[in-house]
């Protein structure tokens, strides 16, 4: 009787199974511990990985100029990008928290002045009434519309100071992520070789090209999206500044977004264009005007020549992104955001690519290094 009460011993191929399991569990769970200790810092690693992979055939360059000094290099690379996050950025990012902060003192005292609606608004379809009313109402009594509005303005208003306040903490990010990814740029082809073993033991044959996609798309994205853009809002920050505009930073940080979001900011430039010709003299309009539209059309002329390849991550997808990315990690979430999801869309595209196109990817990405090398060689 005792002998049917006893479990039945396990076979050799249950014992491995067993095994398997609890080994699979502990991986599990220290790679989860390291992700826990991490987490505060993945963010700024990944950034300065993008910029250690979006700079690197500069440091390539510039490495050959200072006669294979490598060390050198990178420590030019490093102090400019310093003297950018300490300079136009910080800048930009004090501006911002100004702006911030007088919009929203300005809202809570009712000072600023909106003008009448015109009559023209209550044929707009489904919405005119409304907007008519809750125009006229903005520019009669602010503060009565401000009360009424108050339950869906306060999480806009929230979210404004949010981004306000967290400015220095931002900014220390970003002067840690370029500090660390100058460290990156003189082991950066050990560690490629490092990251391709490890995705050719999870993709099998596919591993090396996700890497090379990986590293691509990451250039194409940073330089032809994230550098343009904050080109373009230096570059418009300083005619805003230059000009006395009211709340330039906040307006340059809406510039920021439209131009990473490929819409362009000519869609927030040009009602200040035509505002600087009621404001300023036929001159100093005109001036500005030429100025700004410059600013608008910057990118039409600087995309070609920076990015390789034409970026085929859609603008649905860089959207999210830079939604996604700034709710998740806030100012910097802003820049990383998008670049993360387009390494994966193009990753997913290429894992569902059909087998006969697979053999035009390393082609591909051979014409996107090479003239990549010509540009930065010229």
């Given at each position: 009787m005792n002998d049917h009460a006893r479990p039945a011993p396990l076979s050799t191929s249950d014992e491995a199974f067993v095994v398997l399991a609890i080994r699979l569990v502990c991986l599990g769970?220290?790679?989860?511990?390291?992700?826990?200790?991490?987490?505060?810092?993945?963010?700024?690693?990944?950034?300065?990985?993008?910029?250690?992979?979006?700079?690197?055939?500069?440091f390539e360059w510039l490495s050959a100029k200072f006669l294979g000094h490598r060390a050198?290099?990178?420590?030019?690379?490093?102090?400019?990008?310093?003297?950018?996050?300490?300079?136009?950025?910080?800048?930009?990012?004090?501006?911002?928290?100004?702006?911030?902060?007088?919009?929203?003192?300005?809202?809570?005292?009712?000072?600023?002045?909106?003008?009448?609606?015109?009559?023209?608004?209550?044929?707009?379809?489904?919405?005119?009434?409304?907007?008519?009313?809750?125009?006229?109402?903005?520019?009669?009594?602010?503060?009565?519309?401000?009360?009424?509005?108050?339950?869906?303005?306060?999480p806009l208003g929230a979210g404004v100071?949010?981004?306000?306040?967290?400015?220095?903490?931002?900014?220390?990010?970003?002067?840690?992520?370029?500090?660390?990814?100058?460290?990156?740029?003189?082991?950066?082809?050990?560690?490629?070789?490092?990251?391709?073993?490890?995705?050719?033991?999870?993709?099998?044959?596919?591993?090396?090209?996700?890497?090379?996609?990986?590293?691509?798309?990451?250039?194409?994205?940073?330089?032809?999206?994230?550098g343009i853009a904050v080109v373009q809002t230096l570059l418009a920050g300083v005619g805003l500044i230059l000009g006395g505009v009211p709340a330039a930073g906040l307006i340059s940080f809406v510039v920021l977004l439209l131009a990473i979001i490929q819409i362009g900011p000519a869609i927030i430039l040009i009602p200040i264009v035509v505002w600087s010709w009621f404001v300023w003299t036929p001159g100093m309009a005109a001036l500005f005007s030429v100025y700004m539209i410059l600013v608008s059309l910057l990118d039409n002329i600087l995309r070609p020549l920076v990015m390789a390849k034409g970026l085929s991550t859609p603008m649905p997808v860089i959207l999210v992104g830079v939604l996604g990315g700034t709710l998740a990690h806030g100012m910097i979430g802003l820049f990383v955001g998008p670049v993360v999801l387009s390494i994966a869309w193009q990753l997913l595209a290429l894992w569902f690519r059909d087998e006969t196109l697979k053999q035009d990817v390393p082609e591909q990405l051979a014409n996107t290094k090479r003239e990549a090398e010509e540009d930065w060689g010229r």
């Open positions: 769970l220290v790679a989860y511990w390291a992700l826990i200790l991490i987490g505060p810092f993945l963010t700024i690693l990944i950034w300065s990985t993008i910029i250690a992979v979006a700079l690197y055939p500069i050198l290099a990178a420590t030019a690379i490093t102090v400019c990008g310093l003297v950018i996050m300490l300079g136009p950025v910080t800048w930009l990012g004090i501006s911002l928290a100004d702006s911030a902060q007088m919009l929203s003192a300005r809202l809570s005292d009712g000072t600023i002045a909106i003008p009448a609606p015109p009559e023209t608004v209550k044929a707009w379809p489904v919405i005119g009434n409304k907007a008519y009313e809750i125009w006229q109402l903005a520019s009669t009594n602010l503060r009565e519309m401000l009360v009424q509005a108050a339950p869906q303005l306060k100071l949010t981004v306000a306040g967290s400015v220095g903490i931002n900014l220390l990010k970003f002067i840690l992520a370029t500090i660390i990814s100058g460290f990156l740029f003189i082991p950066g082809p050990r560690l490629v070789h490092s990251v391709k073993n490890v995705f050719q033991h999870l993709a099998a044959k596919r591993g090396e090209m996700f890497v090379d996609v990986t590293g691509a798309t990451i250039r194409n994205v940073s330089r032809g999206v994230i």
